[in-house]
């Protein structure tokens, strides 16, 4: 597609404003991570200060790190066995006619409907009793809960476009069920698996609720540490910033390394030709 | 266009030879997880609804006492009230602008492998330092947009965003809009990208304006992902809870007691644990019903499913 | 029970306390000489006990001392700090839903009332009076009236140890309150000196004094944004209705509960005392409904008001040099009391306790430690540590910590808080009532009630939850 200049200008700076206006919090909060504690909310507010690094000592001290690399690991390792346990029934529910489909499907779907707040304690009681409280295991779990039907039903939409012709060819050459799914439909599906997994990552990555109760000493996760900030002293603005910041960079990361799947821009189009 | 339809058609014909029970073994391990990740819990809370259960100890059987108690609270109907407002404000922009935003980024642009994931920052935040973050924006006096903007400018006269009671729920649903618009935005985008490109050369051949293609194709071809994506923000934009726990805590009065902060209250304040998962189970079945409707509708009407 | 009572009940206990331990002993025996924590210990050493407290950092410092107690006893203790809403429920989950995880846990005096009507908690009583546990030179009365007796006891049986003695104290910028220009001011309108507030009434003037628009003057300063005279909570949860209950309604007479624990809303000196409440609100900055502990040490740390009722700790965490441009210019005092009414003068104090759960197999373990940390010598390493504190023993008032320093000030209207701040009467049902009677206050604070329409409505919201609120 041929594009003239001027054309690019005006959609690039409008996205450039949009961004500006809408990240504007968060680069207050960039300045806040830097900022002595007690000019933070000077008035008239100061725009230009010295530079502090005193808000990151705290956020070691007390381990943030720690907490960072335990939602890492609950994030990732949550969002893989949703993928895995998730593609497949979502590629089942798109493609084949069976009975009960929609039953099913919405039995799905279903288990996202009831406020998490209300279950919690139903969690708690029941981990208590199996001994899955603050466990790795445990949370893992009572992340799927949440993580699976979004999975299934988001990409399952992806699976909708899937041509059925490639798959027809495919078994007319003789490969087998799981040849046709690992080499045919997986490759096509990547860029749908990609984009669902990463929000699957976000929502274990930010969850709070659940962490909090079923988690504990061993598994705490970064959003659990956070109100530790919040003292009957007074927020530590500053360390909030610092964690704030911490914590979306690897999600940032993430997204700028795995875009490149989701923006394939028209060349999955070119596939079905 | 021609490709959805012939997918639709050959469904039956591609596997015609398949086993019946081929697509069971493909969901039983993600049905089995939901069984006893999901399915176990929630009966459990089921079994509590129908019991007494004050201070974390199982009491008598109650029959139907803790959902009579329910709804004859003039608290649960407020709380269900301001979430049907918070979701019919909140959902529909969100998926307009989400919209949009997809679209524009759809046009060439530079630097977008950049501006993506900065744009989708607002949802990479955790909700907890979303509100906080908010707080320091708008709260009054010494919030930074309170201070800079709103009071100079006299705004609002004699209170504070968080303070007003007419105001305190709009507020948090533009910061609810804040945090899940890009989260609309980077699916449909990832939805657009998916899209096939012949229909569009075809389309072009027959000289179709953009306005006419994005009716014809582009929204027909989305309508699965936009159906499903809409549909699960607004199940959880129904279950809002951390930013307004830590902006308003439910207030002014209970201007802004959404049903997650009254849960939040029965569980850990009150520990009427019975009550609270009656209140599990009733929003639960509203949702149920209603997905039920808007799937059969959406899956006849808009061919989404 | 007025504080002769407490006396009494004090000098009591502790004879009873040597009383017991003689007998016990025998005469002759020097026992309570020879006592020690590393004896009392011996058959608890290698014990891991896991403890649940609130983080602020006074806690923190305290988590400092801990490994102190495993040195001298060999019982390990595993000491965490959560924030205060999680504390609140994580700890409440951990006894209710009988999991046992923690031994003990620190709760305040709020949470007494639905733990004990949960039957939760253990008493102390029997490791109290067992010579082996308890060290006879405890000495209990030091520990402060009345809060030690009125949180942790119950029904003839003490429930907890003090833990910490949270109270809140009159605090106000002094730098304008010694102003030449504004002490003029104040005197040609009002016909009496500008100084800290006394009485409500003086409150509400000095708040009405300092409350100017932007373009005004205020200490010979041409004002660049609106200043208030007063900043207090006023979010729903938080401390909003324990402030408005602990320092106005019951300084002005009243109570929310007679003695029987009939609810007693609409009674005249509650109206007054809301109505003195509310009017304070017009001098308050326009957010103050969303405000919560969070915002009160900000707006004052930030010089936008000029008075607050304040837990005092907070104070710790804003005066202090590098935190707020102010530090060292505030000053504190006493909570105003009712012009007229000194001798009913409440201030709200919500003194914490730490318990020891039932689902606890290491109570005796645990009993050591939370002892230990009651102990004077580790009270006042905890004092001397620096960033403050807030002092569980008469004793402490002494140390040269406490009367030095631009806090001295600070501590002094603390003990003035603590002479008269209780814990909060039994009642299982308090979150429910607190939670409905905040958003009432609110709704009154914010005008859209008068103080009688929302007496009534409060009166008939307790009604609804409880005929008689208080643990029989």
């Known amino acids: 597609m041929e594009t003239n200049t001027g054309t690019r200008v005006f959609w690039t700076g409008l996205v450039v404003i949009a961004a500006v206006f809408l990240l504007f919090p968060v680069i207050w909060m960039m300045m806040m991570m830097v900022k002595p504690t007690d000019i933070m909310f000077a008035r008239p507010t100061e725009w230009l200060f010295t530079p502090t690094l005193e808000h990151f000592s705290y956020v070691i001290e007390q381990g943030f790190h720690e907490y960072l690399i335990t939602s890492i690991l609950l994030g990732t390792i949550s969002t893989l066995l949703v993928v895995i346990v998730g593609t497949p029934a979502a590629y089942a529910f798109a493609r084949f006619e069976m009975k009960g489909r929609d039953d099913l499907f919405l039995f799905v779907l279903a288990s996202r409907m009831a406020p998490p707040v209300c279950l919690v304690i139903p969690y708690y009681l029941i981990f208590a009793r199996i001994d899955l409280l603050d466990t790795f295991v445990g949370l893992t779990l009572a992340y799927m809960t949440f993580n699976l039907s979004f999975f299934i039903w988001v990409l399952r939409s992806f699976c909708r476009d899937l041509p059925v012709e490639l798959e027809e060819a495919a078994m007319l050459e003789g490969w087998s069920r799981f040849q046709v799914f690992r080499r045919v439909i997986l490759p096509l599906l990547r860029n749908g698996i990609v984009a669902t997994s990463v929000l699957c990552f976000i929502f274990a990555w930010n969850e709070f609720m659940f962490s909090f109760m079923l988690g504990g000493k061993a598994v705490k996760t970064l959003p659990v540490a956070i109100p530790t900030l919040i003292t009957t002293q007074g927020v530590r603005w500053g360390e909030m910033a610092v964690v704030g910041v911490v914590a979306l960079t690897p999600v940032l990361i993430a997204v700028f390394l795995l875009q490149r799947h989701i923006v394939r821009g028209l060349t999955m189009g070119a596939v079905k030709g | ?228 994506i809409g549909l699960l923000r607004l199940i959880d934009a129904f279950k809002v809870f951390d930013s307004v726990f830590i902006l308003t805590g439910g207030g002014p009065g209970t201007s802004t007691e959404m049903p997650s902060v009254l849960a939040y209250k029965m569980t850990f304040e009150f520990w009427n644990i019975g009550e609270a998962s009656a209140l599990a189970v009733v929003v639960w079945l509203l949702f149920f019903v209603f997905c039920n409707v808007f799937y059969q509708i959406a899956k006849k009407k808009l061919n989404a499913f | 029970m007025n504080r002769t009572g407490y006396k009494m009940l004090r000098k009591t206990v502790g004879l009873g306390l040597a009383l017991s331990a003689g007998l016990v002993l025998g005469p002759g025996s020097n026992a309570a000489m020879a006592w020690s924590y590393k004896e009392a210990a011996k058959p608890y050493a290698g014990t891991t006990i896991r403890i649940l407290d609130e983080i602020t950092p006074l806690q923190e410092t305290l988590a400092t001392l801990v490994p102190g107690f495993t040195e001298e006893t060999g019982i390990i203790v595993e000491f965490e700090l959560l924030n205060h809403f999680d504390v609140v429920n994580k700890g409440q989950a951990d006894m209710l839903s009988g999991r046992g995880y923690y031994d003990a846990i620190m709760l305040h005096g709020f949470q007494l009332g639905p733990m004990l009507a949960a039957g939760v908690l253990q008493p102390l009583d029997p490791m109290m009076s067992n010579p082996a546990l308890m060290n006879p030179n405890f000495n209990a009365a030091d520990l402060i009236e009345p809060s030690y007796s009125t949180t942790g006891g119950f029904g003839g049986k003490q429930y907890g140890l003090a833990n910490w003695n949270y109270n809140q104290v009159y605090w106000a910028r002094g730098d304008l309150l010694t102003h030449p220009d504004e002490m003029a001011a104040f005197k040609a309108k009002y016909n009496y000196d500008l100084k800290p507030a006394e009485t409500f009434e003086e409150l509400r003037d000095i708040a009405e004094f300092f409350t100017r628009p932007a373009g005004e003057t205020l200490a010979g300063k041409t004002l660049e944004s609106d200043f208030y005279g007063i900043v207090m909570e006023g979010v729903k949860g938080g401390s909003t209705f324990l402030s408005l209950w602990g320092n106005f309604i019951k300084s002005f007479g009243g109570d929310i509960v007679d003695a029987e624990g009939k609810p007693t809303f609409d009674r005249p000196e509650n109206i007054a005392a809301i109505a003195a409440w509310a009017e304070l609100w017009k001098f308050a900055p326009p957010g103050m409904a969303e405000y919560s502990l969070v915002d009160v040490p900000t707006v004052m740390g ?100 406490m009367q030095e320093g631009n806090l001295a000030g600070l501590f002094a209207a603390m003990k003035s808080s603590l002479e008269v701040g209780e814990g909060k009467p039994k009642m299982p049902e308090f979150y429910e009532l607190y939670d409905v009677l905040t958003g009432i206050s609110q709704e009154i604070g914010l005008g859209q009630l008068t103080p009688e329409a929302g007496a009534a409505k409060a009166q008939a919201a307790m009604l609804d939850i409880c005929e008689t609120c208080l643990l029989q």
């Open chain 3, 302 to 401: 930030n010089g936008i008001a000029a008075q607050a009722i304040a837990w005092s700790d907070f104070v710790l965490g804003i005066d202090k040099p590098g935190t707020s441009p102010f530090a060292g210019q505030f000053v504190y005092g006493p909570m105003p009391y009712k012009a007229g009414m000194k001798d009913k003068r409440s201030v709200e104090a919500e003194p914490s306790v730490t318990v020891i759960s039932v689902h606890s197999k290491n109570a005796e373990a645990t009993f050591l430690f939370l002892q230990w940390l009651a102990e004077r010598r580790q009270q006042e390493a905890l004092l001397n540590a620096g960033g403050g504190g807030v002092p569980i023993r008469e004793s402490s008032w002494a140390l040269p910590v």
């Open chain 2, 1 to 228: 266009m021609s490709t959805v339809e012939a997918g639709k058609v050959s469904v039956k014909s591609a596997h015609r030879s398949e086993p019946v029970w081929y697509p069971y073994l493909l969901i039983a391990p993600a049905m089995l997880t939901l069984v006893v990740v999901s399915l176990v819990p929630f009966v459990f809370a089921v079994f509590i609804s129908f019991h007494e259960m004050k201070f974390g100890r199982l009491g008598d059987f109650a029959g139907f006492e803790n959902y009579v108690e329910l709804l004859s609270d003039g608290r649960f109907w407020n709380a269900m009230g301001v979430a049907v407002l918070f979701v019919a404000i909140a959902v529909p922009l969100e998926f307009m602008l989400g919209l949009a935003g997809a679209l524009i980024l759809s046009r060439p642009i530079w630097g977008r492998s950049v501006l993506i994931p900065l744009l989708f920052i607002p949802t990479m935040m955790a909700p907890i330092i979303v509100g906080l973050l908010w707080k320091i924006m708008l709260a009054g006096s010494w919030g930074l947009l309170s201070y800079n903007v709103i009071e100079p400018l006299g705004l609002i006269d004699g209170s504070s965003v968080f303070a007003s009671p007419d105001l305190a729920l709009y507020a948090l649903i533009f910061v609810d809009i804040w945090q899940w618009t890009p989260f609309m935005m980077l699916a449909y985008f990832a939805g657009l990208q998916a899209l096939p490109v012949n229909p569009y050369r075809a389309a072009a051949v027959d000289g179709a304006n953009p306005v006419q293609t994005f009716f014809r194709l582009t929204l027909p071809m989305m309508a699965p992902l936009l159906v499903v």
